[in-house]
C-alpha cells in the first residue's frame, strides 16, 4: 500500500525544504510545526545516528478550512492531523525527496462519506504543491 505522494527534485536540500514550504503556503497550507529529525538525532543518539538519515525535516502542515471542516465531522480525526510532509536527502543522494501522507489513509479508518470529500480536497492541494515544487526545480 502507498500511503505518501511523493515527488523528487534536483535541488540542494535547504532549498528543497524552502521551496516546499512556499508550495504548501501557495495551496492554502501553514506550517504549525517543523520537526528536524536531524538534529534531534544528533542530540539525543549521537553522530552516527544523525548522519545515517541525512537532511530530514517533518513539516506538521496544515489547512486551517479543510481542519476545521474535518474536526467538525468526525472531532477523532484530530489524531491524524496536521497533514505530514517529509523533505529528506541522505549524504549519498544526488536530489532531495518531498513526500506528504496520502490524506487518502484518512478515507480508510472513517466511514464518514465528507472526510472523502475532505481527503480529496487535501489530496488535490498536496499534488498540486508537490507538483509546483518539482516545477520550479527545473
Known amino acids: ?29 501553514g506550517i504549525l510545526t517543523e520537526i528536524n529529525v536531524r538534529s534531534t538525532f544528533q542530540a539525543k543518539l549521537g553522530a552516527e545516528a ?22 467538525a465531522t468526525e472531532p477523532e480525526i ?8 517529509v523533505v529528506r536527502r541522505n549524504k549519498d543522494a544526488e536530489k532531495t525527496t518531498v513526500e506528504a501522507i496520502d490524506p487518502q489513509t484518512m478515507v480508510q479508518l472513517s466511514a464518514a462519506p ?20 518539482g516545477e520550479t526545480a527545473k
Open 1 to 29: 500500500m502507498t500511503y505518501t505522494l511523493t515527488t523528487t527534485v534536483d535541488l540542494p536540500w535547504a532549498e528543497a525544504l524552502d521551496r516546499a514550504r512556499d508550495a504548501l503556503a501557495a495551496q492554502g497550507f
Open 50 to 71: 544523525a548522519d545515517a538519515v541525512g537532511d530530514y525535516v517533518i513539516l506538521g502542515a496544515r489547512n486551517p478550512a479543510l481542519a476545521s471542516r474535518a474536526l
Open 78 to 85: 484530530g489524531a491524524l492531523l496536521p497533514c505530514n510532509v
Open 114 to 133: 465528507a472526510v472523502k470529500e475532505i481527503a480529496d480536497d487535501a489530496g488535490t492541494r498536496l499534488r498540486k504543491a508537490l507538483a509546483d515544487l
